[in-house]
C-alpha cells in the first residue's frame, strides 16, 4: 500500500468542511466519537470501503457499523421493530448499535453488511461526530480508526502514531470519554447482546423489561467485533492474574501495586475509560507477558473483559 498524505483536520467547521470533502471523494478519514475514534468512509461507495478494509488490513467478512445523525436516518436504512424502536429511543445518540433488518434499496454497500441481509447501524453521541455527519450529509461506516486487531484508539495520538500515511485525514477530537466501542444487540428473533460495550446489558436490560440472549463467538461475525482474537497487544496477555510471575508486567485493577492501573480504586467506569490508552502504554514498554487483575464480571466489567479475552486469545 502506498504511502498517503494524511491531513490533520482542526475540530471546526473549517476542518469538517475538509473531512467531508474527502469523504465524498471516497477518502477514509478518522473521527471521534464517545467511544472510541472511528475510521469513517462512505457506506455507499464499495471501492472506499475496500480501501478501508487494505487500510486496516481487516477480514472482509466482519461487518462494520454504519453511524448516522439521527433514528430518522436509521429508519430509511433498516427495519425497526418494537424492541428496536424502545432501545433506540432511550439510548440514541449514544453507545448502543443496533442490529437490524437492511431495507430495500438503502444503497448500503454489500461490502459494509459483508453480503448479510443486516446492518448495524448508530447514532454516536459527541458533538464532532455530529457536525461530521451534518456536513457530509450521508450514511459513513466506521469501525475503529487501528489496524485490525490492534487496540482500539480513544485518542488522536493514538489514531495519528498507527494509522498517518494509511488514511486520507484525521479529525483531531482530544480523548473519547467512554472508551470503549458500543454495545451491539440485535432484537430479532429475541434482543440478544451480541458485544458487550460501553453502555451496560442491564441498562439495555431494564429498558427491555426482559434479559437478553448472549451470542457467542462466531467464525463468520453476524455483527463486527465477534473475532475471538481482537484488541490485540503485542505481549502474551494472562488474565485473572493473582500474582506476578518472573518476566511479567501487571495491568492492575484495584489497590494493587502494578506498571500500569486501569483504576486503583477499583471504579469501572474509569477502567473502561482507560483500558485501550493501558494496551497502548504496555507495548511502549514493550511488555512480552502481560499479568492482568482480576476485573468484576458485571456491569462495564463484562465489556472490559470481553475485550481483555480477545486480547489473550490465541493469535
Known amino acids: 500500500m502506498n504511502e498517503i498524505d494524511t491531513k490533520i483536520l482542526s475540530p471546526?467547521?473549517?476542518?469538517?468542511?475538509?473531512?467531508?470533502?474527502?469523504?465524498?471523494?471516497?477518502?477514509?478519514?478518522?473521527?471521534?466519537?464517545?467511544?472510541?475514534?472511528?475510521l469513517g468512509v462512505d457506506a455507499r461507495n464499495s471501492d472506499?470501503?475496500?480501501?478501508?478494509?487494505?487500510?486496516?488490513?481487516?477480514?472482509?467478512?466482519?461487518?462494520?457499523?454504519?453511524?448516522?445523525?439521527?433514528?430518522?436516518?436509521?429508519?430509511?436504512l433498516v427495519e425497526f421493530d418494537e424492541d428496536a424502536l424502545r432501545l433506540a429511543s432511550a439510548f440514541w445518540p449514544g453507545a448502543l448499535t443496533l442490529v437490524l433488518p437492511l431495507k430495500d434499496?438503502?444503497?448500503?454497500?454489500?461490502?459494509?453488511?459483508?453480503?448479510?441481509?443486516?446492518?448495524?447501524?448508530?447514532?454516536?453521541?459527541?458533538?464532532?461526530?455530529?457536525?461530521?455527519?451534518?456536513?457530509?450529509?450521508?450514511?459513513?461506516?466506521?469501525?475503529?480508526?487501528?489496524?485490525?486487531?490492534?487496540?482500539?484508539?480513544?485518542?488522536?495520538?493514538?489514531?495519528r502514531d498507527q494509522m498517518v500515511g494509511?488514511?486520507?485525514?484525521?479529525?483531531?477530537?482530544?480523548?473519547?470519554?467512554?472508551?470503549?466501542?458500543?454495545?451491539?444487540?440485535?432484537?430479532?428473533?429475541?434482543?440478544?447482546?451480541?458485544?458487550?460495550?460501553?453502555?451496560?446489558?442491564?441498562?439495555?436490560e431494564a429498558a427491555l423489561g426482559q434479559e437478553l440472549a448472549?451470542?457467542?463467538?462466531?467464525?463468520?461475525?453476524?455483527?463486527?467485533?465477534?473475532?475471538?482474537?481482537h484488541y490485540a497487544p503485542k505481549g502474551d496477555v494472562r488474565l485473572n492474574a493473582v500474582d506476578v510471575r518472573v518476566g511479567e508486567t501487571l495491568l492492575g485493577f484495584g489497590a494493587v501495586e502494578a506498571a500500569i492501573n486501569l483504576s486503583a480504586s477499583g471504579d469501572l467506569v474509569e477502567a473502561a475509560a482507560n483500558l485501550f490508552n493501558a494496551l497502548h502504554q504496555l507495548n511502549a514498554l514493550g511488555a512480552e507477558k502481560i499479568a492482568v487483575s482480576p476485573i468484576p464480571e458485571h456491569g462495564l466489567g463484562r465489556a472490559i473483559n470481553d475485550r481483555l479475552r480477545r486480547a489473550a486469545a490465541p493469535r
Do not use: M, W
Request: proline share 8%.
Open 12 to 38: 471546526d467547521a473549517v476542518g469538517l468542511t475538509v473531512a467531508a470533502e474527502l469523504l465524498s471523494g471516497g477518502g477514509l478519514v478518522a473521527f471521534p466519537t464517545e467511544t472510541v475514534y472511528g
Open 48 to 76: 472506499a470501503v475496500a480501501r478501508l478494509y487494505a487500510a486496516k488490513g481487516r477480514p472482509s467478512f466482519n461487518p462494520l457499523i454504519v453511524h448516522v445523525e439521527t433514528l430518522a436516518v436509521a429508519e430509511t
Open 105 to 159: 434499496g438503502a444503497g448500503i454497500s454489500p461490502l459494509v453488511t459483508a453480503g448479510l441481509d443486516t446492518l448495524a447501524v448508530r447514532v454516536p453521541d459527541h458533538a464532532l461526530a455530529q457536525s461530521l455527519l451534518a456536513a457530509y450529509g450521508g450514511p459513513i461506516a466506521a469501525p475503529s480508526a487501528n489496524p485490525s486487531g490492534q487496540v482500539s484508539p480513544t485518542s488522536f495520538a493514538h489514531v
Open 166 to 204: 494509511r488514511i486520507d485525514g484525521i479529525v483531531e477530537g482530544g480523548t473519547c470519554g467512554v472508551g470503549l466501542e458500543s454495545t451491539i444487540v440485535a432484537t430479532r428473533p429475541v434482543p440478544t447482546l451480541l458485544r458487550a460495550g460501553g453502555l451496560p446489558s442491564e441498562a439495555i
Open 214 to 229: 448472549q451470542a457467542g463467538d462466531a467464525a463468520a461475525p453476524n455483527s463486527p467485533g465477534q473475532l475471538a482474537s
